[in-house]
């Protein structure tokens, strides 16, 4: 059985840096698109980063683009978090995709749970001074 353990969220001023990380277990990551996504308190969630497993290609959201970087180390992903603003504000969760060139569609765009196969529990991120 799958499972993603997300960890490394918590409180941050404005401008500071985090960085999340996401163990994958019960599943051959090197065959699945990984990645990012938020829910903002009143919002759905939403893409901010992900992998291609086919080739490595890296996606961005417009919104993390220049301040997000995602990597993937065996069965951990991370997500480096620099400059950081209250609109991210948000629970991060990491996700695993079997299907190819599916998540990616979602950078920059609400997605329903039900349209990616596994997902964390999520980590909260607070920006706030």
């Known amino acids: 059985q799958a499972q993603l353990v997300e960890s490394g969220g918590g409180l941050v001023q404005p401008g500071g840096s985090l960085r999340l990380s996401c163990t994958i277990t019960?599943?051959?990551?090197?065959?699945?698109?990984i990645g990012w996504f938020r829910q903002a308190p009143g919002k759905e969630r939403e893409g901010v980063a992900c992998i291609e497993y086919m080739d490595g290609t890296i996606h961005y959201a417009d919104s993390a683009k220049g301040r997000f970087t995602i990597s993937k180390d065996k069965g951990t992903i991370f997500l480096q978090m620099t400059s950081l603003k209250p609109e991210d504000t948000a629970v991060y969760y990491c996700?695993?995709?079997?299907?190819?060139?599916?998540?990616?569609?979602?950078?920059?765009?609400?997605?329903?749970?039900?349209?990616?196969?596994?997902w964390g529990q999520g980590t909260q991120v607070t920006v706030s001074s």
């Open positions: 996700v695993a995709e079997s299907s190819p060139m599916t998540m990616q569609t979602f950078m920059g765009r609400e997605v329903r749970p039900s349209s990616l196969k596994h």
């Open positions: 019960g599943l051959y990551v090197d065959y699945y698109d």
